[in-house]
């Protein structure tokens, strides 16, 4: 059935709100060709092919919006981009390359364009990750896998090498499975209120981060925030967004807008970094939606990531000393496309004790969404790239703001063989303010 207005007339999809291919052009003639792009795209410095530069890939879409086929080397190399944005931190010319590629993306989405057994893998990606409902029976089939043996038999090359490439990207990306924490509908602050915050719990972050989720929490309230777990929200419609699936992004996005507005809360507050970058980008993508033009424009301007809104406010809850040496990495879609890179260092740095060391190689990790599923070569070799780069810091704990990129990077290390437990900053918020011992743990196991 389809969705209505409130006036009762169906709700317009994608197709029809979407930009002009006018819009699409002027975007596209804002690039001036400078090639300053290159050296910060990951897939370029893989492969050194213009085609899968953003330099390159926007040359694709330009001849798409001229009428040129979306044919399948077309698909393919917009698919290859990450949408890590790091040519948008490059770019000179202020070009809005994330907007191009989610729209070339959409093209390539009503197309048809890929391969059937491509197409049908990622039909069965997003009927499974946005919708947590479907995670939990996932999760309990992983967890019977696991205490069967069955996970571990897996990785035995002979079984492994006659399996579809994206189940075998899939389970190695798994974390272990941990026991639920689940949150009550409302934290209340401790000593005098600042506000009431609402909490994005999102899909894959419910189920196999809750620890995270119940960390957050805890160090929102530490830190003077009434903490609303808004019932009823699921996934933001990032992974979509990012994927192309502009139909079923939008449902997704006005759920996540109806809860969160029903709530009347002073600010949403998100701790991963797609979820938010997504959710900051609503007044853009609901602009042609007249409904939800306001109320998305309104849910936009109110989202924080935790560390910015902690920055923001300052501390009040006691930090305790947690002696450790922590290797940071930067979230793509954190660092270039919410600009927030001196917050997350910031709070780290008021944890007594705690040295924090730069990641030097700062290409994004692989993770980028589903992508390390759907293009698990590529990610697999800058998985392991970043892997090296955190090995060559000397660091106990690998830590950052997106547990997409924690997952990633602990599954490389694991192949390497080092154990290194992966931490979110709000975990070591929550670790310092509680005075707790640091787990000894990594969100991945080591591959066998």
């Not at 989720?213 to 609303?228: M, P, S, W, Y």
């Not at 900051?280 to 936009?300: H, N, Q, S, V």
């Not at 922590?326 to 270039?336: G, S, W």
Request: contains cysteine; positive net charge; glycine residues 10%.
């Amino acid at each position: 059935m389809a969705t209505k207005q409130h006036d009762g007339r169906p709700l317009p999809t994608y197709v029809e709100t979407a930009a002009e291919d006018g819009h699409l052009r002027s975007l596209l003639n804002d690039c001036v060709h400078c090639g300053f792009c290159l050296p910060a795209c990951p897939t370029y410095q893989l492969w050194g092919e213009e085609a899968d530069s953003p330099r390159g890939r926007i040359q694709i879409v330009g001849q798409l919006v001229a009428g040129a086929p979306v044919h399948g080397a077309a698909a393919e190399h917009l698919d290859r981009c990450l949408s890590c944005l790091a040519c948008v931190s490059a770019c000179p010319s202020g070009v809005r390359y994330g907007e191009i590629i989610e729209e070339a993306r959409a093209k390539v989405e009503r197309a048809n364009a890929r391969p059937l057994p491509k197409r049908l893998g990622r039909e069965a990606i997003f009927a499974l990750f946005p919708y947590p409902r479907r995670l939990r029976a996932a999760r309990l089939l992983l967890k019977a896998a696991e205490s069967t043996g069955l996970r571990k038999l897996l990785h035995y090359h002979w079984l492994s090498s006659h399996l579809p490439a994206i189940l075998m990207a899939t389970e190695r990306l798994a974390p272990p499975v941990t026991p639920l924490e689940r949150l009550p509908p409302r934290v209340p602050a401790r000593g005098p209120s600042r506000g009431a915050v609402g909490l994005l719990v999102g899909c894959v972050q419910s189920v196999f981060f809750s620890h995270v989720n119940a960390a957050t929490a805890r160090v929102l309230a530490a830190e003077g925030f009434d903490v609303i777990v808004a019932k009823g929200q699921g996934c933001c419609g990032a992974l979509s967004l990012h994927a192309g699936r502009m139909d079923e992004a939008a449902r997704l996005a006005r759920k996540t807008i109806d809860v969160f507005r029903a709530e009347g809360v002073k600010l949403v507050v998100a701790n991963a970094a797609g979820c938010g970058s997504a959710m900051k980008e609503y007044g853009r993508f609901f602009a042609g939606d007249p409904p939800y033009t306001e109320p998305a424009a309104w849910l936009a301007e109110r989202t924080r990531d935790l560390s910015e809104l902690l920055a923001e406010a300052g501390p009040r809850a006691e930090r305790h000393p947690v002696p450790m040496r922590v290797a940071f990495h930067d979230a793509c879609h954190l660092a270039h496309a919410q600009g927030i890179r001196s917050q997350p260092r910031e709070l780290l740095g008021q944890i007594p004790g705690l040295e924090l060391c730069e990641v030097g190689d700062d290409t994004c990790c692989g993770s980028a969404g589903v992508y390390n599923i759907v293009e698990p070569d590529a990610a697999a070799e800058l998985g392991r790239r970043k892997a090296a780069a955190v090995r060559a810091t000397g660091a106990e704990v690998v830590v950052s703001t997106n547990p997409g990129c924690l997952m990633q990077i602990g599954a490389w290390l694991g192949s390497a063989g080092c154990a290194l437990p992966t931490m979110h900053v709000a975990e070591l918020l929550d670790l310092s303010i509680r005075g707790g011992e640091a787990p000894r743990r990594p969100l991945t196991r080591p591959s066998t």
